[in-house]
Structure formats: C-alpha cells, structure tokens
C-alpha cells in the first residue's frame, strides 16, 4: 500500500540496539506510553539534533500540522562495549530534568544523545516515496533537496516536507509510525 501523503515527516531507520530487537523495542515503548501517555525514542549522531529540528517543528505549527515519524528498518545493529543508561532530558542543552522513572533510553552515554517524544505508535505496512518530500535542512523546506537523494549512506533520518514532484520515484517500506507530542525533540544524557 502506498502511503497517504502528510506534510510533515520525520524519516527515521530502526534496527536492533544495544542487545534489544526490534520488536523487544516496540514492546518497552508502547508499554512506556501506555504509562506515560507518550514515549522517548533515543538516538545519536549529526542528523535531526533538536536545534535543527525547531524550525520543522515551527512550520508544523504554523500549517497546523502534526509531524509522523515514519519508521524504515535497518539490518545495522548498534552495539556499544559500555552501554549506559540514560536519566535526564533537556529542551535546550541548559536546563536538565530527570527523566520520568518509566522511560527506558540506552547506548553510549559519552556521546551525544538525543529523544524525539512521541505517541501513538503504531505498526505500518506502506510505501512511502521519498521523492515527494523535500529536506528540511534549514529554516525552511529546501525544494532542490529531495528526500529521495538526501537519505543515503549515513544520513538515517531527516525531516520532510510533502511537495510532490515530477522525479523518479524512490519508495521505502515504513514499518511503524506515530506522531511527535511535546516536548517534540530534547537533549539526553
């Protein structure tokens, strides 16, 4: 099935991590937001940083748009010789709370983390086409950078904006979806 079309997305790879499979995953979040009424998802490296996801997260707003987290697998595993637990969040890399007792958010403490806050997860069976959407790289949606260009090699996730085109289509398979609550994006460790 290919998917219906939202104007705002964030495109993320999933995979096993820290010793947890995909599924024992799902289970620890979905049990996370049934308690919680919403769920952390952890994750590292260069790409969709909360400071770079604010203004996504603005134009969302301003479109009266709720952003989807679109989530593709990967075969990658992430493994980590010291795996730590994570305990506080921050929106602004300043002000730090701990995290509620209830979220469980692991990997390599000693590098930058990050959590996009979410609910409704949910299990999917479509074909997005990344052609359609456009980076969100900047302040605004950037129409010369196509999704379907964009993430390849290491970019594993980025922010997308739905403006059809004309270009080659480029589908994935999105296997879980759910949509971003606030405080959206914050800073883990």
């Known amino acids: 099935m290919v998917l219906q079309q939202f104007s705002h997305i964030v495109v993320m790879k999933m995979g096993p991590y820290c010793g947890f499979s995909v599924p024992a ?8 937001e049934r308690r919680l009424g919403k769920f952390f998802w952890g994750y590292g490296g260069v790409f969709c940083r909360p ?15 709720t952003p ?3 989530f593709a ?5 992430y493994v980590t010789a010291e795996p730590g637990k994570f305990s506080q969040f921050s929106r602004d890399s300043n002000t730090w709370r701990p995290l509620p007792k209830e979220v469980l958010l692991v990997g390599n403490t000693y590098k930058p983390h990050f959590a996009i806050v979410c609910r409704n997860l949910q299990k999917a069976d479509y074909r997005l086409n990344l052609a359609d959407y456009v980076a969100f790289t900047g302040s605004l949606p950037d129409p010369n950078r196509r999704l379907s260009k964009y993430i390849c090699h290491r970019v594993d996730k980025a922010c997308g904006y739905y403006l059809p085109a004309t270009s080659t289509p480029r589908y994935v398979k999105i296997y879980y979806t759910c949509e971003l609550a606030e405080p959206h994006s914050v800073y883990i460790r």
């Open 25 to 32: 995953i799902v289970k620890i979040k979905s049990e996370e």
């Open 51 to 65: 400071k770079t996801m604010w203004p996504f997260l603005i134009h969302a707003r301003l479109k009266r748009a």
């Open 68 to 70: 989807v987290v679109m």
């Open 73 to 77: 697998l990967t075969d990658s595993k």
